[in-house]
């Protein structure tokens, strides 16, 4: 009975996480691929809408914790926020940084 029991916490956590892990993938809309002082390049993934022009979006940074026991485990937090430009190039858009800072390799979110 308690092996059955266990099964069943376990495949309902396996089954939140990926929930969890879904969502937070909507929410991403592509990276930051230059970064120079208040002026950024942010490119979309092919999958997310692109946000409009003047349109304000988050930077989150994507930090490790956890130990290497537990398995990689990672916490974002949002460090900046950027609004959209008018210079469109393909899937790239020009940006300004308004408050924060950004670095290359940067999440770009709703």
Same mark, same amino acid.
């Given at each position: 009975?308690?092996?059955?029991?266990?099964?069943?916490?376990?495949? %309902?956590?396996?089954?939140?996480?990926? /929930?969890?892990?879904?969502?937070?993938?909507?929410?991403?809309?592509?990276? /930051? %691929?230059?970064?120079?002082?208040?002026?950024?390049?942010?490119?979309? @993934?092919?999958?997310?809408?692109?946000?409009?022009?003047?349109?304000? /979006?988050?930077? /989150?940074?994507?930090?490790?914790?956890?130990?290497?026991?537990?398995?990689?485990?990672?916490?974002?937090? %949002?460090?900046?926020?950027?609004?959209?430009? @008018? @210079?469109?190039?393909?899937?790239?858009?020009?940006? %300004?940084?308004?408050?924060?800072?950004?670095?290359?390799? @940067?999440?770009?979110?709703?």
């Amino acid at each position: 009975m308690k092996r059955i029991s266990l099964i069943v916490a376990l495949a %309902t956590l396996i089954g939140t996480l990926s /929930v969890s892990g879904t969502l937070s993938a909507r929410e991403r809309l592509g990276h /930051v %691929t230059e970064a120079s002082g208040d002026t950024l390049q942010l490119c979309f @993934d092919s999958q997310a809408a692109q946000p409009a022009a003047g349109e304000a /979006v988050r930077i /989150v940074h994507r930090m490790h914790s956890g130990s290497q026991k537990s398995g990689p485990m990672f916490r974002r937090r %949002t460090v900046g926020v950027a609004r959209i430009g @008018d @210079d469109r190039s393909g899937p790239c858009v020009a940006a %300004t940084l308004i408050k924060g800072k950004a670095r290359r390799q @940067d999440e770009v979110r709703k």
